[in-house]
């Protein structure tokens, strides 16, 4: 992945399996995503379904990734390591919560770069289906991260 470059990222559960069983999982999958993704990646929607994800995130620039990561080698390996940690540290809990083994994701998808304006960051939609009760779907406008989308997808759950 290219800095300040917009990507499309999405990933499927293995088979016929689902990556959130239940309310709880789209929260820590979030608070996850924030942890590991939040200081590498600007992300500008994404959308949570039962058996998939969307992400619309560009890389934050070499100058911001060298001050929260004075010591990567390279921005590829940042960003893939960011990415396998985010996947890794989903796939354990879940495994443990559900007791099941083994890999949750099929193998990543890469996908070209593609370019948006400045506007149409704050325009675009990952567009989905509505026939599921559990999708959360949520645009930001550049500048805010993933914990202020988790902090909007809190408010939006009435358990």
Not at 61 to 68: A, H, I, K, W
Not at 83 to 102: I, L
Request: aromatic share 16%.
């Amino acid at each position: 992945m290219e800095q300040s470059q917009s990507y499309h990222i999405y990933n499927h559960a293995n088979g016929a399996e689902n990556i959130f069983r239940a309310e709880e999982n789209y929260r820590f999958f979030l608070q996850q995503y924030a942890k590991y993704l939040g200081e590498v990646v600007d992300t500008y929607a994404y959308c949570l379904m039962p058996n998939h994800f969307h992400l619309l995130v560009s890389v934050k620039s070499e100058e911001m990734l060298r001050s929260t990561f004075p010591k990567f080698q390279t921005l590829e390996k940042l960003v893939s390591k960011q990415f396998s940690n985010f996947f890794s540290s989903y796939t354990q809990s879940f495994n443990k919560v559900y007791e099941r083994k083994g890999s949750l994701f099929i193998k990543n998808l890469k996908e070209p770069p593609f370019s948006l304006s400045a506007n149409g960051r704050r325009h675009f939609y990952i567009y989905t289906s509505t026939r599921s009760s559990m999708v959360l779907s949520k645009t930001t406008q550049t500048g805010n991260g993933p914990a202020g989308m988790l902090t909007r997808v809190q408010r939006s759950f009435q358990i």
